[in-house]
Structure formats: C-alpha cells, structure tokens
C-alpha cells in the first residue's frame, strides 16, 4: 500500500499555495495514500491486447459549425460606453503582476 507522509503533504501544501492545519494535514494524508493505493492496483490490470480508447461515445463530431452573428452593433459603438479607452480596446485595471 502507498503511504504518503505528513511532511509530503506540508511540501505539496507549499508547492500549491496552500496552508493547511494539522488535521487538514493527516486528512490529505490518509486521502491521498488512498489515492496511490488505487492507481497501484489500477497499474496491476493487464491490458495486453486493448487499443487505447480516446472516447466511448461514438460520436465523431459533437461541435456546432461556427456561424458569424450580427448583433447590430460595431466596435466604436460599443466604445462609446466604456469608462477607459486605450488602442481602440477598454482599458482595465491589470489583474496578474
């Protein structure tokens, strides 16, 4: 059985940005070795002979064919709402650094 340690749980947690109390800790700990123990056996079954399967459903094409919409409108338009303007684009406030 794979047994994952509190201590590889606290370095997951750090490597995800995540904190976690003690008892979240030894939660994710029995989880996660329950986890592993499961993809054990999976690794055990024998597939010799199968084809890799990439879908179940038959289906060969299940997307809309793309159609250009009118919505009455243009770009400028549009920019006429907006309280910023910068390249002919709203201008935003940046969100990632």
């Given at each position: 059985?794979?047994?994952?340690?509190?201590?590889?749980?606290?370095?997951?947690?750090?490597?995800?940005?995540?904190?976690?109390?003690?008892?979240?800790?030894?939660?994710?700990?029995?989880?996660?070795?329950?986890?592993?123990?499961?993809?054990?056996?999976?690794?055990?079954?024998?597939?010799k002979?199968?084809?890799?399967?990439?879908?179940?459903?038959?289906?060969?094409?299940?997307?809309?064919?793309d159609?250009?919409?009118?919505?009455?409108?243009?770009?400028?338009?549009?920019?006429?709402?907006?309280?910023?303007?910068?390249?002919?684009?709203?201008?935003?406030?940046?969100?990632?650094?």
């Open positions: 059985m794979a047994k994952i340690t509190a201590d590889e749980v606290r370095k997951l947690a750090i490597l995800s940005k995540l904190r976690f109390t003690d008892k979240e800790v030894k939660r994710y700990q029995e989880e996660l070795s329950s986890i592993l123990s499961y993809v054990e056996v999976l690794q055990k079954v024998d597939v002979g199968l084809e890799p399967t990439s879908q179940v459903t038959g289906l060969t094409n299940v997307m809309r064919a159609e250009q919409l009118d919505y009455g409108t243009n770009p400028a338009e549009l920019l006429k709402n907006a309280p910023a303007i910068k390249d002919h684009q709203f201008k935003v406030k940046r969100i990632l650094e």
